[in-house]
């Protein structure tokens, strides 16, 4: 009977170790929401890495490890993708490949405290530049960033307002690669080092809290977020939205429907524009209503509208599409998965960038809102603009329908805390199916509907003044941009040293080749560490404890 060969990439444990140690750490994010997870739970992975026996093992295992990461974290997208979803996190995982190499080059022994001072510095660099790289929307997007599970504790969420979700991403990996040293150095000063790094960590977002106080409100705004769950047809949808309208959200200065809330395009359905013109006036709010249709072209677009007593007041088109939700990339050579999956059957039209929309309360002041539509919750540049752009509040409509009972609704909804902090600005998310969401200024929950409740969710925020700004704002991306000089200065050393050592004959990245005088015959030579040789005389043993006579030393 014949054998199945398996490739030996496949073969060992060690591989498959890692691939489930990459899913530890997502436990953090909801809806599991171990948060405290996060602190340490890369030390598994990170040990893994750091006992490779070979450099190149190290940055398979690292890649291993970003697959198991991502798969994971974005199970719930199988319906849309399909059996893409694991060539996905293939690909993508190949990014933490740089995690592993930096593991092993600084925390393998012998760990002295320069290469642990190197390590607290290069390992969160390389991990926060595989989040900043599959950050970019043509490939994927930035979900599940890791400083994100951070959502349910402000405290944490200031280091986001000094330097984004970023920031909290390294304290985050610093913390456990510090446990990592403390655990592993042989050294007792060099283990207090490693704690003593770890502790910085967990101690800096308090420290920041209490050091970024919030811009102060200069006044308060009602704002109602309606959700009507699941209904039977376009139709039916609106209808519900409506009828929540004018019963539980009445009142509000500002209602807010979700993504997908209006199935025609406005300005061809004068008949439907009327009536939500007359439901404005008689809830005596302007509505921000969200319509997905094809236009007069037969093009379709997500568009914000905000229709007030007169008709529209503004608009804005969704930018960032959610990858293969939305539209297939390549889709010439992708297109087939749609019909193998919920891929988007059509490409939706994106937009040309985020903008602010200028609303009028009842009382008639102005009220400047920054609305962002779904998958743009993720991008912290996206509410960075609304926020230059004098937004005091930043609105997030989405649906969610497709994705109903997974996690992908709440880690969706907790993206606001984090770009609430980031921003320093109230921000709140109106969910078709829930998750509805609301968080104050610095990331404190305010409000929550989840995928089970129907109605509105009411909300009073304190709004900042137009022109405040958090430390983030007004420096934006640098923490990555470091953490990339960093990775690249790095790597820049080591191949710099590689290369000097592969002239002098060393191979580090090869399992040590050491030579037992046991395995060569009487009289042969065997090779000493400078360049001298240590023969043992004929017909004597050189077995550790036998009869040898000692060795004599000839110099080359």
Excluded at 156 to 185: D, K, M, Q
Excluded at 485 to 506: C, P, S, Y
């Amino acid at each position: 009977m014949g054998t199945v060969a398996i490739p030996r990439g496949f073969a060992q444990p060690a591989r498959y170790a890692v691939l489930l140690a990459g899913g530890l750490p997502v436990l953090a994010f909801p809806a599991p929401n171990l948060e405290f997870l996060a602190w340490f739970g890369l030390v598994p992975g990170l040990l893994l890495m750091r006992a490779a026996p070979t450099q190149r093992e190290a940055a398979v295992r690292g890649w291993w490890f970003g697959t198991g990461y991502l798969l994971a974290a974005l199970y719930w997208l199988v319906p849309n993708l399909g059996p893409a979803l694991l060539l996905l996190a293939i690909m993508l995982g190949a990014l933490w490949m740089a995690v592993g190499l930096a593991t092993w080059r600084l925390l393998r022994p012998p760990v002295t405290a320069r290469r642990a001072l190197a390590a607290l510095a290069v390992v969160p660099s390389c991990w926060l530049v595989t989040e900043w790289i599959r950050s970019w929307q043509g490939i994927g997007g930035p979900w599940a960033v890791f400083g994100a599970s951070q959502w349910q504790h402000p405290a944490i969420l200031a280091l986001a307002a000094v330097g984004g979700v970023w920031l909290v991403t390294v304290a985050l990996v610093a913390a456990s690669t510090g446990i990592v040293i403390a655990l592993v150095a042989g050294r007792a000063p060099v283990r207090l080092l490693g704690a003593a790094a770890a502790a910085i960590a967990i101690a800096a977002g308090p420290a920041a809290f209490a050091l970024t106080p919030p811009s102060p409100a200069v006044r308060h705004v009602t704002i109602a977020l309606v959700q009507p769950g699941l209904t039977d047809g376009i139709a039916a949808g609106a209808a519900a939205n409506e009828r929540l309208t004018a019963g539980p959200a009445r009142g509000a200065n500002l209602i807010v429907w979700g993504e997908s809330s209006i199935g025609y395009d406005l300005r061809q359905d004068t008949t439907l524009l009327r009536r939500l013109r007359r439901l404005s006036a008689t809830a005596g709010a302007q509505l921000l209503v969200n319509q997905d249709a094809l236009n007069a072209s037969g093009a379709k677009s997500k568009t914000a509208a905000l229709i007030g007593p007169g008709g529209i007041d503004g608009t804005y088109v969704k930018t960032r599409l959610v990858p293969f939700g939305e539209y297939i990339p390549f889709r010439a050579e992708l297109g087939w998965l749609s019909a193998i999956s919920r891929a988007a059957p059509q490409n939706v039209v994106a937009g040309t960038g985020a903008h602010v929309l200028h609303a009028t309360l009842g009382n008639g002041r102005p009220l400047t809102i920054g609305v962002l539509i779904c998958f743009e919750s993720a991008f912290p540049d996206m509410s960075r603009v609304d926020a230059d752009h004098g937004a005091q509040v930043i609105i997030y409509q989405t649906s969610d329908s497709t994705f109903q009972g997974s996690w992908a609704l709440e880690q969706h909804a907790s993206l606001s805390a984090v770009r609430a902090a980031e921003t320093g600005r109230p921000v709140v998310q109106a969910a078709l199916t829930g998750d509805s969401a609301a968080f104050d200024e610095r990331g404190r929950l305010v409000g929550w509907a989840g995928s089970s409740d129907r109605g509105a969710l009411t909300v009073s925020l304190g709004l900042p003044a137009a022109s405040a700004r958090t430390p983030y704002d007004r420096l934006g991306d640098y923490v990555p941009w470091s953490a990339a000089a960093i990775a690249l200065l790095a790597a820049a050393i080591a191949m710099t040293r590689g290369a000097r050592e592969r002239h002098k004959g060393i191979h580090p990245d090869r399992p040590a080749d050491i030579p037992l005088e046991r395995n060569r015959g009487p009289g042969r030579p065997t090779p000493a560490a400078d360049g001298a040789q240590l023969t043992a005389p004929a017909g004597k043993s050189a077995e550790p404890g036998g009869d040898a006579a000692p060795a004599s030393r000839k110099e080359p």
